[in-house]
């Protein structure tokens, strides 16, 4: 039975990536409220929340540290702006930030989400050669299968096909270089001995081009929209290495391997690399509010300083930059960091789920398994062997994920890889509990006759 709650979306709202037609067609889950890494539908039935709320929580819900600190900011403001004027959290927690950021990064840009500061890191990176006087320098380096938002801007240096081709008119240009997905390789027929051949193609394009190339904007380590594509060991290194040595700026996108989703705070600490621009935003509030920053270098800062009338200015901002209630929640996340070594703790919850992760290859329809700390990606494919995908309207992945919930786990696929993102503050045992459901609903889906399942039955969780 519809009650109003679910009328009234059905009635009046547009929901993210979702076929509206389908949406509306079948009953859906209404959440009410969470505790700890599990969600409550209004029956009162409790969910793992297996991809931490697309990504963003990462201390599990109704965390009390959390809790207060906006509860306290409340009882002082909820929001002035920053144009003209500074507020309190906003201050302290770039001073925090600063701390743990890779080095060389002195300097922040607050804004809402993470197409935001992606297009702030952009806007900035292209000022920046203009200011300098290298006008010629405009275009940007981008990977294939690149994820950076949903804005113009950022669709402008994404490559996914599905959701990026009907825009192509709309967009500026970019320079695509061959995703470094060893699996998905187009570029070798043994990725294990090739040399890394993508980071070769990557290095041509910047000799050829480096005269008209602003910037490279890369996921680090993991693209994760792509469908937890994982790179080669030293590609970030050897990227960074690169765009020193063409004089390109270089732009890491952290804002899905940020806040120690790779196991080390960033990604970018697990090869040592410093970026000159970094942009973080979905874990930044520890899954609460919506905030983002843009890091960048003194180098970039400086070249925009001069007075007024220069107009070197970055004329950028948002209703909502550094928003008192968001920073509060982001200075409370780190303390949460810090009072409970969420990264000292996070070894043995990786490693259980490697182990755990190694019995999926054994599955009829498992192609690849791919883990970077707490950031998973099972791949199924109709028969691995070959390298032959299930067909994408057989929405493989959704199948099971809509399994997975009958078990208690809410996860979400991207086409056929069922991506596994739980939580940081799961426990060993949980984690293993999530990554059983999983398998069994795997095999249950991917191993039974496929015509016993409804294709339309799966809006909830279809990309
Ligand atoms: C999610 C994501 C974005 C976009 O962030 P929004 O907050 O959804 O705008 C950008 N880059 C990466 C790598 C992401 O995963």
Redesign the pocket.
């Known amino acids: 039975m519809m009650n109003d709650i679910e009328r009234n979306d059905k009635e009046y709202v547009w929901h993210p990536f979702t076929q509206m037609q389908e949406w509306v067609a079948q009953p859906q889950m209404i959440i009410e409220a969470a505790e700890g890494i599990k969600l409550i539908d209004s029956d009162g039935n409790k969910y793992y929340d297996g991809v931490s709320s697309?990504?963003v929580n990462l201390h599990g819900h109704r965390h009390p540290t959390i809790d207060k600190a906006i509860i306290d900011q409340l009882g002082r403001v909820a929001h002035t702006t920053m144009l003209g004027l500074i507020n309190v959290p906003a201050s302290q927690l770039a001073e925090e930030l600063m701390a743990v950021v890779p080095k060389g990064l002195t300097k922040l840009f607050y804004s809402?989400?993470?197409?935001?500061?992606?297009e702030i890191g952009i806007k900035m990176a292209y000022q920046y050669w203009q200011l300098k006087g290298a006008t010629k320098k405009q275009k940007f380096v981008t990977l294939a299968n690149a994820?950076?938002?949903?804005?113009v801007g950022?669709v402008s240096v994404g490559g996914i096909d599905l959701f990026h081709r009907i825009f192509a008119s709309l967009l500026f240009e970019s320079i695509q270089a061959p995703c470094p997905s060893c699996y998905h390789c187009k570029l070798s027929s043994d990725p294990k001995q090739c040399g890394m051949a993508c980071i070769d193609e990557v290095e041509k394009i910047l000799a050829e081009n480096h005269g008209e190339i602003a910037a490279m904007i890369v996921?680090p380590l993991v693209?994760?929209?792509a469908g937890m594509l994982t790179q080669p060991k030293g590609y970030l290194k050897r990227l960074r290495e690169l765009t020193e040595k063409y004089n390109v700026l270089f732009l890491v996108?952290?804002?899905?391997?940020g806040f120690g989703r790779t196991g080390k705070m960033f990604a970018c600490d697990q090869e040592d690399v410093s970026p000159d621009f970094m942009?973080v935003?979905?874990g930044i509030t520890g899954g609460y509010l919506?905030l983002?920053a843009t890091f960048m270098t003194d180098e970039i800062y400086n070249a925009f300083l001069g007075d007024y009338t220069q107009q070197r200015t970055f004329f950028h901002g948002h209703s909502y930059t550094g928003n008192p209630l968001c920073c509060a929640a982001g200075l409370a996340n780190l303390q949460i960091f810090r009072e409970e070594k969420v990264i000292a703790g996070l070894e043995a919850k990786i490693e259980a789920a490697r182990i755990r992760l190694a019995a999926f290859t054994q599955l009829r329809h498992v192609g690849e398994v791919r883990q970077q700390g707490l950031m998973i990606g099972i791949e199924l494919a109709e028969n691995p062997a070959k390298r032959i995908s299930f067909s994408w309207d057989m929405a493989i992945g959704a199948k099971v994920c809509k399994k997975t919930r009958e078990y208690g786990l809410i996860i979400r696929p991207i086409g056929s890889v069922v991506v596994f993102m739980p939580p940081l503050s799961s426990t060993v045992a949980e984690i293993e509990h999530m990554l059983d459901i999983i398998y069994k609903s795997i095999q249950e889906v991917t191993e039974t006759d496929q015509t016993q399942y409804d294709n339309q039955d799966v809006a909830a969780v279809l990309i």
Do not use: I, N, R
Not at 253 to 257: K, N, P, Q
């Open positions: 697309l990504w809402d989400d993470g197409s935001t500061a992606v994820y950076h938002g949903d804005t950022t996921e693209q994760a929209a996108d952290e804002v899905a391997t942009m935003a979905k919506p983002a």
